[in-house]
């Protein structure tokens, strides 16, 4: 069973614009979340955070937003630079793991066009 | 520190070989995971340590594979008798509190 989400395997946008990528969770018990940055041939490497207490965080160029209603997050990248493009995960947990024990989702991969 | 490193970044063995990876964490860390991950997917988690104790080991985690860390710093990843579904980048990584902080990976191809 897929906990976490990400239904856009790839997106592609222009230099300069907002880049928005989708992810959904099933599992109510998860109160944090985080997304990751992958370039070919390295690891992740995080980008942001957001507890379930908040509904928004910002972090220079990128913000991710949490709906629980509706099991939704999404993290935007206004303006969206060449250097952005990369795989992003979501990945999800609960505050019994204390952030460690993540399960992620199957990526998006962003292309950012000059 | 330069970060968690692990080695070989690449490691090609023949079906039915034993392979061992070996992860280096950051060293203030207490907390090392290892994690998998194959084509089109997100990493998956394996396993975890607090200091030397194993706490949790995911039912992905055959008995064909075993974790040590044995003085609560560096980990290594042992897979007996190789399958060719154990093809994937296998990723280390480590944390104090909140987040984690990947290594670069050892890519494992079994032929």
């Known amino acids: 069973d897929q906990q976490v989400k990400q239904n856009s395997p790839s997106l592609s946008v222009q230099e300069g614009r907002i880049s928005i990528l989708n992810c959904d969770y099933t599992?109510?018990?998860?109160?944090?979340f985080l997304w990751y940055k992958k370039y070919p041939a390295e690891g992740p490497t995080f980008l942001i955070s957001?507890?379930?207490?908040?509904d928004k965080n910002e972090d220079g160029r990128f913000t991710v937003f949490l709906n629980k209603s509706a099991k939704h997050l999404s993290l935007h990248i206004v303006p969206s630079q060449p250097g952005d493009s990369a795989v992003y995960f979501c990945?999800?947990?609960?505050?019994?793991?204390?952030?460690?024990?993540?399960?992620f989702g199957q990526g998006t991969e962003l292309s950012v066009k000059p | 520190d330069t970060g968690v490193s692990q080695d070989p970044r690449h490691k090609i063995t023949k079906r039915g070989q034993n392979v061992t990876f070996r992860c280096d964490p950051i060293?203030?860390?207490?907390?090392l995971y290892w994690y998998r991950q194959t084509l089109g997917q997100g990493p998956e988690f394996l396993t975890y340590?607090?200091?030397?104790?194993?706490?949790?080991k995911s039912r992905l985690l055959s008995d064909r594979f075993s974790a040590e860390r044995p003085k609560g710093s560096f980990s290594t990843l042992e897979i007996q008798r190789t399958e060719q579904g154990d093809s994937a980048m296998y990723l280390c990584?480590?944390?104090?509190?909140?987040?984690?902080?990947f290594g670069s990976g050892t890519r494992l191809t079994v032929v």
């Open positions: 990584a480590s944390s104090l509190l909140q987040g984690l902080t």
């Open positions: 599992n109510s018990m998860f109160d944090y």
């Open positions: 957001i507890s379930s207490i908040k």
């Open positions: 990945a999800a947990s609960n505050a019994y793991n204390q952030g460690g024990k993540l399960i």
């Open positions: 060293s203030e860390h207490n907390r």
């Open positions: 340590f607090q200091n030397e104790a194993q706490l949790e």
